[in-house]
Structures are given as structure tokens and as C-alpha cells.
């Protein structure tokens, strides 16, 4: 089991930046594959990103490619998503999610074990 704590979410203006933040504690982080997922209301959880344990291999969603960068810092068991660009449509709840192979990428959330309580972020146009 690997517990999860997201941060940095807010209200922001179109075109404005946020960077979230997802500190993990109990097995070990590197042994993980790490995701990012939003939910909007009314809509069903979506795929944003994720990134193998090395950093090395990484996913994006179409929809934020080349405004949306993961990355982790294994020393401190801290995945990151900076988000550039922001749009309306980015809002949502996003939460970080933990897979328990440190290999495989996955774009789909049934392949992820943990989950943490989400963070929200709201872009005003």
C-alpha cells in the first residue's frame, strides 16, 4: 500500500500556471509507476499523465500535450504536474494515483491500486 496526499490546487485564471503536487509514503516510491487524473463534474475520471519509476518513460492525454509536464523526485517521494496554459476545460479534480509495477505506463485507472483525495483546481475564463 502506498498513501497518497495531493497539493497545490486553486483557482486560477486562463493561461496561468499551477504545479500539483502528490507525496506518497508507505511502499516504496520508486517501486511505482505514478499517474495524474481529473474528474469535472458531471464527467467520468480521465487520464493526464504518468510517468514510469525512472522518469524515463512518460504519457500524456492528447488534450494537455506540450502544456502539461510530470515529473518525480524519488528522494523526496513527490510526484509533480506542471500545468501551463490552463483552460477552462482543465478543471476538475485531480488526483494522483500509485501502480505497484515501476515499469509499465498506464494511460487506464483500473491499473492503478491507490489513490489519493484529489485536489481541485478551477481555471476562470
Known amino acids: 500500500q502506498v498513501q497518497l496526499v495531493e497539493s497545490g490546487g486553486g483557482l486560477v485564471q486562463a493561461g496561468d500556471s499551477l504545479r500539483l503536487s502528490c507525496a506518497a509514503s508507505g511502499r516504496t516510491f520508486s517501486r511505482n509507476t505514478m499517474g495524474w487524473f481529473r474528474q469535472a463534474p458531471g464527467k467520468e475520471r480521465e487520464f493526464v499523465a504518468t510517468?514510469?519509476?525512472?522518469?524515463?518513460?512518460?504519457s500524456y492525454a492528447d488534450s494537455v500535450k506540450g502544456r502539461f509536464t510530470i515529473s518525480r523526485d524519488n528522494a523526496k517521494n513527490t510526484v509533480y504536474l506542471q500545468m501551463s496554459s490552463l483552460k477552462p476545460e482543465d478543471t476538475g479534480v485531480y488526483y494522483c494515483?500509485?501502480?505497484?509495477?515501476?515499469?509499465?505506463?498506464?494511460?487506464?485507472?483500473?491499473?492503478?491500486?491507490?489513490w489519493g483525495q484529489g485536489t481541485q483546481v478551477t481555471v476562470s475564463s
Open positions: 510517468i514510469n519509476w525512472s522518469g524515463r518513460s512518460t
Open positions: 494515483a500509485a501502480r505497484g509495477d515501476p515499469y509499465a505506463i498506464s494511460t487506464s485507472a483500473s491499473r492503478y491500486d491507490n
